[in-house]
Nanobody, 122 residues
Framework: QVQLVESGGGSVQPGGSLRLSCAGI????????MGWFRQAPGKEREFVSG??????SNYADSAKDRFTISRDNSKTVHLQMNNLKPDDTAMYYC?????????????????WGQGTQVTVSS
């Protein structure tokens, strides 16, 4: 059963931080690649970061050196976002695919959460 629920979004000033969390896989959690995507108004949904079932992670260029993805034994995946910029403003979605490897293509993720809004503004 997969019902992804995100939390942790909010409004911050530029340079601030937020930590997003996603939970909702009750069975074989360790077999899933977990990804974060985001969608800004008028733009397509884009890959932000993913963490494989073995713990290896990848990031979009826009997220490198500022965001950190992690997963823990409580079946939760986190996205720590530091030094946030106005361009990071978007709805952030958690996604899952039953695979050891992560993909940057949203079409390969069958499971999605409802999203959590992140707004970065002064």
């Amino acid at each position: 059963q997969v019902q992804l629920v995100e939390s942790g979004g909010g409004s911050v000033q530029p340079g601030g931080s937020l930590r997003l969390s996603c939970a909702g896989i009750s069975y074989r959690y360790s077999s899933y690649c977990m990804g974060w995507f985001r969608q800004a108004p008028g733009k397509e949904r884009e890959f932000v970061s993913g963490i494989s079932s073995t713990g290896s992670s990848n990031y979009a260029d826009s997220a490198k050196d500022r965001f950190t993805i992690s997963r823990d034994n409580s079946k939760t995946v986190h996205l720590q976002m530091n030094n946030l910029k106005p361009d990071d403003t978007a709805m952030y979605y958690c996604a899952a695919r039953l695979s050891s490897a992560c993909s940057i293509s949203r079409a390969t993720y069958p499971y999605w959460g409802q999203g959590t809004q992140v707004t970065v503004s002064s």
